[in-house]
């Protein structure tokens, strides 16, 4: 179940650490926010090293559909009721800055860079749409409503943001992470003021960035009330329509659409980690019934941190934690939150004053109506009389038939079928 970006691209390998080492900068975590935190460090002349437990962007980045845009569902509306219009300005912002800082990098980097009209569309509620595009207006952005897209089924219209962007995520990173200083398959297995120890040396370092997708210290930030996990799936199909455009349903259980080259990337049967969902068997229906010429090439899923209130976590790891950040819940839009990600935490690290650091900080209430969900799964995973159990908070795992892994429906963590750890916030193998 690879996806197409592990078979389309050759990344730099990278040597274990060996020994104890002395860095200004340490960031922990090798997808694409810390090997760009690395990166814009290193360019601006600090010392940093990254450690990845396994293979750079050998966890979540490599499965996603790398879709570069400010357009996060329909978010505008939203951030407006709940935290006014300089907030969702800013928000604006920080991923549109995001975009350009690609659209910049990527004229050097041979990652199949393609400018694309990016589409959020409502099967049944236009009155969804128009509320979107009246808080887009009110925010400067010239946002354009689009009667008819080229989907196979009738939709209530849809919110485009024009010159939105797509690329080759694997690509992109093997360009950029070549003359890094990274160590992969290199653990931490305690992490304290000022170091990390790893199982192959301590690394000391002045400020520690941690980029782990789910964050690794429970004890310190609240995370696992913060933060919570969902799945999705995605099919590649040859002989599929071109779409012109990237899509994704403004609800969350819809499906997108993008193409690569000559294949269309079909994505959806999204849901909980831990809980059922449709999968890859709700996207072979729609593929049977609406894509009867098209064949499917490849298949392979990912898996999104979600913060209660819809914005990124990037910042202090915690209000006690001095020299200590983080940068998690990119809520399904990991590219232009990565970038966002590592221009706030390099002008952090430098002490320098960033505009968003406000917007984005971890420590910000979680008084949101999802925490009570939160609580609630905790709760019955923890109470829950079965085994096997989780090795993060102790509770009890699901067994997901489809991908035949054990999953943790408190806070996203899944083995293998053998007990080996696929994705945190567990740190060890279930027993």
């Known amino acids: 179940m690879d996806s197409i970006w592990t078979k389309t691209a050759r990344l730099p390998q990278f040597e274990p650490l060996r020994s104890d080492l002395n860095t200004d900068v340490l960031i922990i975590g090798g997808g694409l926010a810390g090997v760009l935190c690395a990166y814009k460090l290193s360019q601006a002349g600090v010392d940093c090293a990254l450690v990845e437990a396994d293979r750079v962007c050998g966890g979540i980045t490599k499965n996603t559909t790398a879709k570069i845009t400010s357009q996060h569902g329909l978010i505008y509306d939203k951030l407006i009721r709940e935290f006014g219009t300089e907030r969702a300005r800013l928000y604006l912002e920080a991923n549109q800055g995001a975009l350009e800082e690609y ?38 952005f010239q946002a354009e409503f689009a009667a008819d897209i080229p989907l196979p089924f009738p939709t209530a219209g849809a919110v485009k943001f024009p010159r939105q962007a797509q690329f080759h995520p694997l690509k992109f990173v093997a360009a950029i992470a070549k003359n890094l200083r990274i160590f992969e398959r290199t653990k931490v297995l305690e992490l304290g003021p000022g170091k990390a120890v790893t199982d192959g040396g301590t690394v000391s370092a002045e400020k520690i960035i941690v980029a782990t997708h789910f964050p690794l210290l429970n004890k310190h930030g609240g995370y696992f009330l913060k933060l919570y996990q969902h799945r999705s799936y995605v099919l590649a199909l040859e002989n599929a329509p071109d779409v012109r455009g990237m899509y994704v349903d403004e609800n969350q259980r819809g499906l997108s659409f993008r193409n690569c080259g000559g294949l269309l990337f079909l994505g959806g049967g999204s849901h909980r980690t831990g809980k059922e969902g449709g999968g890859w068997q709700e996207l072979e229906r729609f593929v049977c019934r609406d894509y009867p010429d098209a064949r499917i090439i490849a298949r392979w899923a990912t898996q999104d941190c979600m913060t209660l209130d819809g914005v990124p976590c990037i910042g202090p790891y915690s209000k006690g934690t001095s020299g200590l950040y983080v940068a998690t819940g990119f809520n399904k839009w990991g590219m232009t939150s990565s970038m966002a990600a590592a221009s706030v935490l390099t002008d952090l690290v430098l002490d320098r004053k960033n505009p968003y650091t406000e917007l984005f900080s971890p420590s910000r209430t979680v008084l949101r109506p999802q925490l009570a969900a939160n609580v609630l799964e905790s709760a019955l995973g923890i109470l829950t009389p079965t085994t096997p159990r989780c090795p993060h908070m102790g509770c009890a795992l699901k067994y997901n038939a489809a991908e035949h892994s054990w999953d943790c429906p408190c806070h996203g963590s899944r083995f293998r079928e053998d007990g080996a750890l696929i994705d945190n916030p567990a740190t060890d193998d279930k027993q």
């Open 103 to 140: 659209r910049a990098l990527c004229r050097d980097i041979d990652c199949d860079f393609e400018e694309k009209d990016a589409f959020v569309y409502s099967l049944d509620d236009r009155k969804k749409i128009d509320r979107e595009l009246k808080a887009l207006d009110r925010l400067g």
